[in-house]
């Protein structure tokens, strides 16, 4: 069972920079697609990046360009680089991971591992 555990999230200004880290329990994320949701109160569960095993990038449009997905190997971790941060960026940030077909790469229920979240807050 692969458990991910999230950790980076605090409270932020506008137009700070953060980094939300996804540290997993096995070396065989590497085999997984991993990739970033969030949810903000009272709404959907939205995607925000991924990195496929084959390791194509994917970017939500609205927030391209201000996105940088990666990983490290040696220490079994996503990062998730979120700059100029906005108050619509205030969510639930989560970690997920999964053997995911191409076409549900954005799509929430296609992970079948999940981490608990961790809270992104911006202030104005």
């Known amino acids: 069972q692969l458990q991910l555990v999230e950790s980076g999230g605090g409270l932020a200004q506008t137009g700070d920079s953060l980094t939300l880290s996804c540290a997993t329990s096995?070396?065989?994320?590497?085999?997984?697609?991993m990739a970033w949701f969030r949810q903000a109160p009272g709404k959907e569960r939205e995607f925000v990046a991924a990195?496929?095993?084959?390791?194509?990038?994917y970017y939500e449009d609205s927030m391209k360009g201000r996105l940088t997905i990666s990983r490290d190997n040696a220490k079994n971790t996503m990062y998730l680089q979120i700059n100029s941060l906005k108050p619509d960026d205030t969510a639930v940030y989560f970690c997920a991971a999964g053997v995911v077909i191409l076409s549900r790469t954005r799509d929430a229920s296609g992970y079948a591992y999940w981490g608990q979240g961790t809270q992104v807050t911006v202030s104005s």
């Open positions: 990195r496929r095993r084959d390791g194509h990038l």
């Open positions: 096995q070396g065989s994320f590497r085999q997984k697609d």
